[in-house]
């Protein structure tokens, strides 16, 4: 990857760019408004949202008014956890598609494979879901369609009833987390692994090894964090909504960790926690 418009290639033939802007956490508004500008302004053409964090109406907007036409970015968005099911999931994408005012999404997910309303019945419910993400896909409503936060036993479930694999699985990666068995199982099967929290929310600038490395190659620890996902094969989705991080998150493509360094910031093990189990979270 040589700049931030560069991108993998999806299994259907769809270009992602290598590096998004995440808004996990971005209030909607202003900020989040002004965040998804900045990033656009400055080359982002990736903006990842959900319906989950409430602000599918301020990237939406500023899509509309950066300029650029909607066919230059890519834009993903996730189903909420409360509308899994064949019927809740057409009715939930038709609410984030007027949430955007964007006639198709260039990626959909299933935000977690098993929140607690459907606890008790996840598989099915994830295989209603699946349904309505394949038949909005069909009908070139979305371009690709993925999944987050799924285990290896969440996939094997989907398996057993859809028709066109996850070509996407968007998990939490970063320095010491680095969910092996996932990874492995996503790149034997040619599933995208993007990462979300590659900055460990924050936890990773406490880590001193990580400052000696930001030292060592003169770039910041954020700057080290993104060029480590990229050379691991990840697509990471760094959030920030100030103009400076987020101008310096993309400034990655000018030098190259050694593969020592990389093995190291993947053994720094829990430094920045751990993920949450999918399977017991509380929402």
Known sequence: MKSLTDGYLLPNGVQIPCIGLGTWQTPNGAVAVSAVKEALALGYRHIDTAAGYGNEASVGIAVKQSGIARKEVF?????????????????????????????????????????????????????GTWKAFEELYAAGRIRSIGISNFHLHHIGELMKTATIAPMVNQIRLCPGDTQAEVVAYCKTHNILLEAYSPLGTGLIFRVPEMQALAEKYGKTIAQICIRWSLQMGFLPLPKSVTKERIRENAAVFDFELSAQDVQAIADLKGCCGYSADPDTISF
């Open 75 to 127: 834009i993903t968005s996730k189903l909420q956890n409360t509308a899994h099911g064949y019927e809740e999931t057409l009715a939930a994408f038709e609410g984030t598609m007027k949430n955007l005012d964007m006639d198709y999404l260039d990626l959909y997910l299933i935000h977690w494979p098993n929140p607690i309303k459907y606890r008790d019945r996840w598989r099915e419910a994830n295989a």
